[in-house]
């Protein structure tokens, strides 16, 4: 039988809606659990490119723009 005469089938029969909610309770309880994985490395991906400020307010102003490179202290000033 095709799927559409099954879903028909289903529809008509008693309690659907107790099956349907059951049904999207058995799939969000196994894709909650990917959303931890999946957050951290997106925001592992996105921190890079956010600006200074909102680095700041994403994690309650612990980090500090480097001190090193192009964001440390110029070299000439130093010596004077």
Same mark, same amino acid.
């Given at each position: 039988?095709?799927?559409?005469?099954?879903?028909? +089938?289903?529809?008509?029969?008693?309690?659907?809606?107790?099956?349907?909610?059951?049904?999207?309770?058995?799939?969000?309880?196994?894709?909650?659990?990917?959303?931890?994985?999946?957050?951290?490395?997106?925001?592992?991906?996105?921190?890079?490119?956010?600006?200074?400020?909102?680095?700041?307010? +994403?994690?309650?102003?612990?980090?500090?723009?480097?001190?090193?490179?192009?964001?440390?202290?110029?070299?000439?000033?130093?010596?004077?």
């Amino acid at each position: 039988m095709s799927r559409a005469v099954y879903a028909k +089938l289903w529809a008509s029969t008693a309690q659907y809606t107790q099956r349907r909610h059951y049904a999207w309770y058995q799939i969000w309880s196994r894709v909650i659990p990917w959303s931890v994985p999946w957050g951290i490395f997106a925001m592992w991906m996105v921190f890079p490119a956010m600006p200074v400020e909102y680095r700041q307010a +994403l994690t309650f102003g612990i980090w500090q723009k480097p001190n090193i490179g192009t964001h440390g202290p110029d070299p000439a000033d130093a010596k004077k």
